[in-house]
């Protein structure tokens, strides 16, 4: 069994209170849960109103299966369906 975890830090640079980031940020968490069947939070900078990061979480019996959800999962996000930009990613797979 693999864990993969991804840390995505997005800015969000026309927002300007945390009630407008809330709204920025929940459909994205809503989408990647739906689209991809992984866990997903926000698990950092929650009273920074132009900074979020999200946690991806997914599990899996394969490696590579992992890696590559997780691989999708930021693509998705940096495709510009969303009005954030990606400033960095961090992605683990640990294998339990």
């Known amino acids: ?11 969000l640079p026309d927002n300007h209170s945390l009630k ?3 709204s920025a940020i929940r459909p994205i968490i809503a989408q ?4 991809f069947n992984v866990s997903v939070a926000e698990v ?9 990061t999200i946690g991806v979480g997914f599990v899996s019996d394969d490696t590579r299966f992992t890696n590559e959800v997780l691989s999708r999962v ?3 996000v940096e495709s ?3 009005d954030v930009e990606v ?5 683990e797979i640990i294998p339990v």
Request: include cysteine; charged fraction near 25%.
């Open 80 to 82: 510009g369906n969303f």
């Open 44 to 52: 950092s900078d929650q009273d920074m109103w132009q900074l979020a």
């Open 87 to 91: 400033l960095d990613c961090e992605t």
């Open 1 to 11: 069994m693999n864990v993969g975890i991804c840390k995505i830090k997005l800015r």
């Open 20 to 22: 407008g980031k809330r």
């Open 74 to 76: 930021v693509n998705f």
């Open 32 to 35: 990647l849960g739906n689209k």
